[in-house]
């Protein structure tokens, strides 16, 4: 029983994650034709700017919360 829950649960990953690459290689119409008119690449630049930006937050916004449920976790203890 139990591995046949693990391959079924590596089957799904597969799909899954050979799903999320195809999803990754779409682009808006509007954005590609807005960077490719452009010479010299200021506001290409400025896109993968932002990109890299909202990228990072959720990083940060983790990392912040895995410290303070360490900090919780193995705090310090007040003795009495």
Wanted: proline content about 1%.
């Amino acid at each position: 029983m139990r591995t046949k829950f693990k391959s079924l649960q590596i089957v799904i990953f597969t799909i899954v994650f050979s799903l999320f690459s195809i999803a990754s290689k779409a682009q808006c119409a509007m954005c590609r034709a807005a960077l490719e008119s452009e010479e010299g690449g200021v506001k290409a630049e400025a896109v993968n700017d932002g990109i890299v930006y909202l990228m990072a937050i959720p990083y940060i916004l983790v990392g912040v919360l895995g410290y303070a449920i360490y900090r919780l976790k193995y705090g310090k203890k007040k003795e009495l």
